[in-house]
């Protein structure tokens, strides 16, 4: 494994920095929240969460999931997040898509991710939504928020949010747009690994930079990374499973390949918000090309537009959530959902979530908002 490292990874961009410990305040409504982790050397991050009151009175004490449990998921869904008529959040709607998943054997959700729109939220939404996750499903599966930003100080305190409301992992991007050094990227992830169990998301092709596996390697002396969500590619994975970094695909179209040829743990997918259950048998049934291929029309339909379109229109044919958009996302044309229809009447309706039969649906039965 040493040879490997020193001949198919780069060295550090910096020496690993030594926590000793780490506290940060924060407030969720009145209440003060110290978080309380003792990050040292060789010590795992099975952490607990204090929660007090002004008197420092301990109201409630949240054991954070140690990062063994995550890097073990094998099947993650970037779950959708549904909307009522006037933009706000339809709950009851979600609930039912999470408990799908829960009953078709998803193991981890991705709450407010690109998929989940997180990019539309507000943060006191994004954080109510992750709270809302854990307080009605963080016993059946591991919730996993989107905290990232491309501002540091708004992934520290949004990270602190969410750990502080009980998420068991955080997921965090590279600094988009306003792009940093690689140095910088060390500094930007420095900053949120000591909170707790963390997947690093690399998609280049959204925030217009790759994150090299020179800096995973320098953050990875930290105990708290779980692992890396990778959308490069194939060879990418390869590259980390053979020096011991725990990998998700991030790419549906490649998962297959990545968990059984090049070594990944797993797939975190948008596919699996429709078909879990065949999800699951492609990440946990062994080798299944004929499965794969099956599934590849729906995954090239899902993709042809940027995500989450395919995946929104999806489950508004499928009859699961309000045909309701936030903007700058619309629905799919006429002809490209009548494609989904036939798409699943091949798969067979039994393999998509819901009962209702599913639909074309009609231009004006979407509802687009700007403003809510």
């Known amino acids: ?17 030594r926590w000793k410990e780490v506290w940060s305040p924060s407030e ?34 949240l054991t954070k999931t140690n990062v063994d449990d995550i890097k073990a998921l094998r099947l993650i869904t970037a779950i959708k997040t549904p909307y009522l008529p006037d933009g706000r959040f339809d709950l009851e709607a979600y609930d039912a898509l999470v408990n799908m998943q829960i009953e078709d054997g998803v193991e981890g959700v991705i709450v407010g991710g690109t998929t989940g729109e997180g990019q539309l939220m507000s943060w006191d939404e994004h954080i109510m939504l992750i709270g809302h996750t ?33 998420m068991h992992a955080a997921l965090h991007i590279n600094p988009y747009y306003g792009k940093t050094s690689l140095e910088g990227l060390v500094s930007h992830f420095d900053s949120v690994l000591p909170m707790g169990p963390t997947i690093i998301y690399n998609v280049p092709s959204r925030t217009g930079q790759d994150i090299p596996p020179r800096v995973i390697q320098t953050v ?64 946990f049934g062994g080798k299944n090309s004929s499965l794969n291929s099956k599934l590849m029309p729906l995954i090239e339909w899902l993709f042809q537009e940027p995500n989450p379109i395919g995946l ?61």
């Open 28 to 61: 969720v409504g009145s209440v003060k929240i110290n978080l309380d982790a003792s990050i040292m050397e060789g010590e795992g991050t099975c952490l607990d969460v204090v929660i007090r009151d002004h008197r420092g009175k301990v109201i409630k004490t």
């Open 134 to 166: 854990v307080n009605c499903f963080g016993a059946s599966i591991k919730v996993i928020g989107n905290t990232g930003s491309n501002s540091t100080r708004e992934a520290i305190h949004a990270t602190e949010q969410g750990f502080a409301v009980g």
């Open 220 to 283: 990875a002396y930290s105990t708290n990374l779980a692992g890396v969500k990778e959308c490069v590619g194939n060879d990418r994975v390869e590259q980390y499973t053979n020096s011991g970094v725990v990998v998700w695909s991030g790419n549906d179209d490649q998962c297959h390949d990545s968990r059984w040829d090049y070594g990944a743990t797993g797939v975190i997918s948008v596919t699996s918000n429709l078909v879990p259950g065949l999800m699951r048998e492609l990440m």
């Open 1 to 17: 494994m040493e040879e490997y490292m020193q001949t198919h990874m780069s060295p550090p961009l910096l020496q690993p920095r």
């Open 312 to 372: 929104n229109t999806a489950l508004a044919q499928l009859g699961v959530v309000r045909p309701v958009f936030r903007l700058p996302y619309v629905p799919l044309p006429l002809a490209k959902r009548v494609e989904f229809v036939n798409i699943v009447k091949e798969l067979g309706r039994e393999n998509f979530i819901g009962e209702k039969d599913v639909q074309v649906l009609d231009d004006d039965d979407f509802v687009l908002i700007g403003r809510y």
